[in-house]
């Protein structure tokens, strides 16, 4: 399953079975990602407790949706035998979007950057 931050477009992808437990995968997937990303342990515990309570729903954010297909259409390129899917969310994250163009150009430094910023504020 490939799951996609609104904010930052950061990819994760997760095995999509057993569908019960997404939720529960989806928090480890994106505190690996953010882990590997060197992201605060306080900030990727706050990341955790905030996706407690889950509600799937559609997406009314064209730009979100493009930059699934984007990312779908990319992952057999990342593919490959012995690849982790942690390694695999992270070499999509590095993938310049074209929405983030004018700012960190890809997912991964987007992400970085977001938490510096809000560290820096105090939020």
Known sequence: MLAVSEKTLLPVVIAAAPYAEIAP??????ADVLRALRISREDIDAE?????EV???KTTNRQVLGILVDFAKALRFYLRPGSTLLEISLSLAETPCSPLFKTTVSPDRTT???FTCDRERGA
């Open 112 to 114: 970085v950057k977001l």
């Open 55 to 57: 509600v799937y729903g």
């Open 48 to 52: 955790c407790a905030a996706m407690t």
């Open 25 to 30: 995968r989806l928090r480890v997937g994106i």
